[in-house]
Protein backbone atom coordinates (compact mmCIF):
# COMPACT_ATOMS: atom_id res chain seq x y z
CA UNK A 1 0.00 0.00 0.00
CA UNK A 2 1.60 3.74 -0.78
CA UNK A 3 1.87 5.70 1.83
CA UNK A 4 3.45 8.25 0.17
CA UNK A 5 4.82 9.06 -3.78
CA UNK A 6 8.65 8.67 -4.32
CA UNK A 7 10.19 11.49 -6.44
CA UNK A 8 9.77 10.05 -9.18
CA UNK A 9 6.17 10.00 -8.77
CA UNK A 10 5.77 13.46 -7.83
CA UNK A 11 7.79 14.19 -10.83
CA UNK A 12 5.56 12.24 -13.21
CA UNK A 13 2.53 13.70 -12.11
CA UNK A 14 3.69 17.54 -12.29
CA UNK A 15 4.85 16.32 -16.13
CA UNK A 16 1.40 15.28 -16.75
CA UNK A 17 0.15 19.01 -16.73
CA UNK A 18 2.65 20.11 -18.93
CA UNK A 19 0.94 21.17 -22.52
CA UNK A 20 2.77 20.40 -25.46
CA UNK A 21 5.52 23.11 -26.89
CA UNK A 22 5.18 24.73 -23.30
CA UNK A 23 8.58 26.62 -22.23
CA UNK A 24 9.48 25.13 -19.45
CA UNK A 25 12.49 25.83 -17.10
CA UNK A 26 13.29 22.73 -14.32
CA UNK A 27 14.68 23.64 -11.03
CA UNK A 28 18.13 22.53 -10.15
CA UNK A 29 17.89 18.80 -8.69
CA UNK A 30 14.72 16.69 -7.75
CA UNK A 31 12.45 19.36 -10.48
CA UNK A 32 15.02 18.26 -13.33
CA UNK A 33 13.22 14.46 -13.11
CA UNK A 34 10.16 16.11 -14.81
CA UNK A 35 11.67 16.10 -18.21
CA UNK A 36 11.76 12.17 -18.07
CA UNK A 37 8.02 12.06 -17.64
CA UNK A 38 6.64 13.95 -20.81
CA UNK A 39 3.41 12.21 -21.82
CA UNK A 40 3.53 10.60 -25.35
CA UNK A 41 2.83 12.96 -27.85
CA UNK A 42 3.53 15.66 -26.04
CA UNK A 43 7.40 17.81 -26.07
CA UNK A 44 8.25 20.40 -23.92
CA UNK A 45 10.75 23.36 -24.60
CA UNK A 46 13.23 23.08 -21.93
CA UNK A 47 15.43 26.06 -21.18
CA UNK A 48 18.24 26.17 -18.76
CA UNK A 49 19.90 29.80 -17.35
CA UNK A 50 23.25 29.09 -18.72
CA UNK A 51 22.07 29.46 -22.04
CA UNK A 52 20.24 26.42 -23.76
CA UNK A 53 16.79 26.21 -24.93
CA UNK A 54 15.31 22.66 -26.26
CA UNK A 55 17.71 20.36 -24.64
CA UNK A 56 17.17 16.84 -24.73
CA UNK A 57 17.77 13.50 -22.60
CA UNK A 58 20.90 12.99 -20.98
CA UNK A 59 23.11 11.10 -22.58
CA UNK A 60 24.04 7.15 -22.08
CA UNK A 61 26.89 7.24 -19.22
CA UNK A 62 30.38 7.56 -21.37
CA UNK A 63 28.81 9.42 -23.83
CA UNK A 64 28.56 12.44 -22.37
CA UNK A 65 29.78 16.11 -23.89
CA UNK A 66 30.55 17.99 -20.95
CA UNK A 67 30.49 21.22 -23.33
CA UNK A 68 26.34 20.49 -23.18
CA UNK A 69 25.56 21.01 -19.69
CA UNK A 70 22.18 22.80 -17.59
CA UNK A 71 22.40 24.88 -14.56
CA UNK A 72 22.96 22.10 -12.76
CA UNK A 73 26.27 20.96 -14.06
CA UNK A 74 24.57 17.53 -15.35
CA UNK A 75 24.90 16.57 -18.88
CA UNK A 76 22.54 16.87 -21.32
CA UNK A 77 21.73 16.18 -25.17
CA UNK A 78 20.12 18.30 -27.97
CA UNK A 79 16.78 18.18 -29.29
CA UNK A 80 16.33 19.30 -33.22
CA UNK A 81 16.34 22.93 -33.68
CA UNK A 82 18.34 23.98 -29.66
CA UNK A 83 20.05 27.17 -29.58
CA UNK A 84 22.71 28.60 -27.56
CA UNK A 85 22.70 31.69 -26.36
CA UNK A 86 24.50 34.09 -23.61
CA UNK A 87 23.37 33.95 -20.32
CA UNK A 88 22.46 37.57 -20.17
CA UNK A 89 20.06 36.83 -23.28
CA UNK A 90 18.97 33.39 -21.04
CA UNK A 91 18.40 35.82 -17.92
CA UNK A 92 16.37 38.51 -20.45
CA UNK A 93 14.05 35.08 -21.76
CA UNK A 94 13.14 34.64 -18.22
CA UNK A 95 12.49 38.59 -16.99
CA UNK A 96 10.60 39.65 -20.00
CA UNK A 97 7.70 36.87 -19.81
CA UNK A 98 9.13 34.11 -22.15
CA UNK A 99 8.89 30.82 -20.03
CA UNK A 100 5.28 29.35 -19.51
CA UNK A 101 6.17 27.34 -16.58
CA UNK A 102 8.98 27.23 -13.88
CA UNK A 103 8.58 24.17 -11.75
CA UNK A 104 10.89 24.33 -8.66
CA UNK A 105 11.38 22.60 -5.39
CA UNK A 106 11.06 24.26 -1.81
CA UNK A 107 11.63 24.30 1.81
CA UNK A 108 8.35 25.67 2.50
CA UNK A 109 5.76 27.43 0.97
CA UNK A 110 2.73 29.34 2.26
CA UNK A 111 -1.06 29.73 1.78
CA UNK A 112 -0.55 32.93 0.32
CA UNK A 113 1.84 31.51 -2.79
CA UNK A 114 4.72 32.85 -0.82
CA UNK A 115 7.78 30.03 -1.75
CA UNK A 116 11.37 29.85 0.09
CA UNK A 117 13.28 27.20 -1.55
CA UNK A 118 17.03 28.48 -1.11
CA UNK A 119 19.70 28.35 1.63
CA UNK A 120 23.12 29.07 3.13
CA UNK A 121 23.51 25.99 5.15
CA UNK A 122 26.43 23.69 5.06
CA UNK A 123 24.68 22.00 1.78
CA UNK A 124 23.25 24.33 -0.13
CA UNK A 125 24.51 26.70 -2.72
CA UNK A 126 25.84 30.03 -1.08
CA UNK A 127 23.44 32.20 -3.45
CA UNK A 128 19.48 31.81 -5.00
CA UNK A 129 20.91 31.13 -8.47
CA UNK A 130 17.68 32.17 -10.87
CA UNK A 131 14.88 30.92 -9.09
CA UNK A 132 14.32 34.70 -7.89
CA UNK A 133 14.75 35.80 -11.45
CA UNK A 134 11.76 32.52 -12.22
CA UNK A 135 9.64 33.05 -9.65
CA UNK A 136 8.37 36.33 -11.38
CA UNK A 137 9.12 35.97 -14.59
CA UNK A 138 7.49 32.72 -15.48
CA UNK A 139 3.66 32.82 -16.18
CA UNK A 140 3.03 29.65 -14.08
CA UNK A 141 5.28 28.88 -10.99
CA UNK A 142 4.88 24.97 -9.91
CA UNK A 143 6.62 23.33 -6.60
CA UNK A 144 7.56 19.40 -6.37
CA UNK A 145 8.05 18.62 -2.67
CA UNK A 146 7.69 15.98 -0.14
CA UNK A 147 4.69 16.42 1.70
CA UNK A 148 6.97 17.33 5.23
CA UNK A 149 10.45 17.57 6.00
CA UNK A 150 13.04 14.59 7.19
CA UNK A 151 11.92 15.64 11.10
CA UNK A 152 8.11 15.23 9.84
CA UNK A 153 7.21 19.37 9.88
CA UNK A 154 4.82 20.63 7.45
CA UNK A 155 6.58 22.05 4.46
CA UNK A 156 2.88 23.64 3.46
CA UNK A 157 2.89 26.05 5.90
CA UNK A 158 0.38 29.12 7.17
CA UNK A 159 3.68 31.92 6.60
CA UNK A 160 6.91 31.01 5.84
CA UNK A 161 9.53 31.34 8.25
CA UNK A 162 12.93 31.01 6.22
CA UNK A 163 13.87 33.35 3.64
CA UNK A 164 11.89 34.00 0.81
CA UNK A 165 12.41 33.62 -2.78
CA UNK A 166 9.04 35.04 -4.06
CA UNK A 167 5.54 36.53 -2.62
CA UNK A 168 2.39 35.10 -3.60
CA UNK A 169 4.58 33.20 -6.73
CA UNK A 170 3.19 29.80 -6.44
CA UNK A 171 -0.15 28.52 -7.79
CA UNK A 172 0.45 24.92 -7.54
CA UNK A 173 2.37 22.55 -5.45
CA UNK A 174 2.90 18.51 -6.15
CA UNK A 175 3.43 16.88 -2.61
CA UNK A 176 4.24 12.88 -2.15
CA UNK A 177 0.58 13.25 -0.77
CA UNK A 178 -1.29 15.43 -2.83
CA UNK A 179 -1.63 17.93 -5.42
CA UNK A 180 -2.88 21.25 -3.89
CA UNK A 181 -3.76 24.73 -5.56
CA UNK A 182 -3.61 28.25 -3.90
CA UNK A 183 -6.42 30.22 -4.80
CA UNK A 184 -7.51 33.50 -3.06
CA UNK A 185 -4.52 33.22 -0.87
CA UNK A 186 -5.69 29.99 0.47
CA UNK A 187 -4.81 26.41 0.08
CA UNK A 188 -7.32 24.36 -1.54
CA UNK A 189 -6.98 20.62 -2.33
CA UNK A 190 -7.55 19.32 -5.50
CA UNK A 191 -6.14 15.42 -5.51
CA UNK A 192 -4.73 13.15 -2.84
CA UNK A 193 -3.67 9.70 -1.98
CA UNK A 194 -6.65 7.65 -1.75
CA UNK A 195 -5.15 5.43 1.40
CA UNK A 196 -4.94 9.01 2.49
CA UNK A 197 -7.75 10.52 4.65
CA UNK A 198 -8.70 14.13 4.68
CA UNK A 199 -8.34 14.33 8.11
CA UNK A 200 -4.69 12.77 8.02
CA UNK A 201 -3.78 14.87 5.25
CA UNK A 202 -4.41 17.87 7.00
CA UNK A 203 -2.37 17.03 10.40
CA UNK A 204 0.93 17.08 8.10
CA UNK A 205 0.06 20.37 6.77
CA UNK A 206 0.59 23.46 8.27
CA UNK A 207 -2.50 25.01 7.39
CA UNK A 208 -6.18 24.80 6.18
CA UNK A 209 -7.02 22.78 3.39
CA UNK A 210 -10.20 24.15 1.39
CA UNK A 211 -12.17 21.50 -0.51
CA UNK A 212 -13.93 23.66 -3.39
CA UNK A 213 -15.15 20.76 -5.37
CA UNK A 214 -14.42 17.63 -5.95
CA UNK A 215 -11.09 16.20 -4.63
CA UNK A 216 -9.84 13.43 -6.91
CA UNK A 217 -7.34 10.46 -6.15
CA UNK A 218 -3.93 10.68 -7.24
CA UNK A 219 -3.37 8.02 -8.81
CA UNK A 220 0.23 7.48 -10.70
CA UNK A 221 1.90 4.30 -12.02
CA UNK A 222 4.80 2.42 -10.27
CA UNK A 223 8.56 3.65 -11.15
Known amino acids: MTTKLSNAQIAWRAAQDIADGTYVNLGIGFPEMVAQYQPPGRQAVFHTENGILNFGESPAEGHEDWDLINAGKK ?95 VTRVYTSLAVVDIKGRRFVLREKLPTLSLEALQAQTGAELLIDGPVADLIVPEL
Open 75 to 169: AVTLNAGAAFFHHADSFAMVRGGHLDVAILGAYQVAENGDLANWSTGPKGVPAVGGAMDLVHGAKRVAVITDHVTKDGKPKLVKCCTLPLTGVGC
